[in-house]
């Protein structure tokens, strides 16, 4: 088993640590928002792996990857909704929260953890990684397969938030926000990250 795990880690940690949409954003939400956000925001988003493990270990997964339409229509839904949010960050003051958000902090951050959760699951892409990374690290072949593969999900799960936690607090030691003149590029920033991975989402390989 240990044969299996120590690779595993290894390999999850270098993939969370390569630049990819997840960990930009919660740089970019960390440097124009606050810290807080884009941890909850990075909860949201490894959270979601609960759903794409748990679409691998049914093997939902494999339908997916093997219907064209079910999977694009989940890829159109989750480019519409990083558009929606590019909206929203343009038509609020600065940055990612709107002014209904400030006034009301519980909803403002159970909003953030939400949008981490959908922008996750509704990224086919990730349910057909799991389905190619986690089969093999399986260290008993004979043993309960569905069970060894959450096992694996919630490992990658731990190793991913404790590295965008890690990216949130760095990202929040230059907070643009702290810088009044510099509002708009937060607001920009962020709009801009939003569209770029709904196009990566929508022609990426």
């Known amino acids: 088993m240990t044969d299996q795990l120590v690779p595993f880690l290894i390999a999850s940690i270098g993939l969370t640590l390569s630049p990819g949409p997840d960990i930009l954003y919660v740089l970019t939400l960390s440097i ?3 810290r807080s956000k884009a941890v909850l925001f990075a909860t949201g988003l490894v959270t979601g792996i609960i759903f794409h493990t748990a679409l691998v270990a049914f093997g939902i997964a494999a339908l997916i990857k093997n219907n064209d339409l079910i999977f694009d229509i989940i890829k159109y839904l989750g480019a519409a909704y990083l558009v929606y ?3 929203q960050v343009y038509r ?3 940055g990612f929260e709107t002014n209904k958000e400030k006034t009301d902090t519980k909803r403002s951050l159970f909003s953030t953890f939400k949008k981490g959760i ?3 699951v509704l990224n086919p ?3 057909l990684f799991f389905l190619a990374f986690l089969p093999g690290f399986i260290w008993d072949a004979d043993g309960l397969i569905s069970v060894q593969l959450m096992i694996l999900g919630l490992l990658f799960m731990l190793q991913a938030w404790l590295i965008f936690f890690g990216v949130a607090q760095l990202g929040s030691l230059i907070n643009l926000n702290k810088i009044n003149a510099y509002a708009f590029i937060a607001k920009w920033l962020q ?3 939003l569209i770029g991975i709904a196009v990566y989402l929508l022609i990426g390989s």
């Open 32 to 34: 124009t928002g606050s």
């Open 85 to 87: 949010l590019a909206v």
């Open 191 to 193: 709009m801009l990250i």
């Open 92 to 94: 609020s003051d600065a």
């Open 125 to 127: 892409k990730v349910s």
């Open 118 to 120: 959908l922008m996750n």
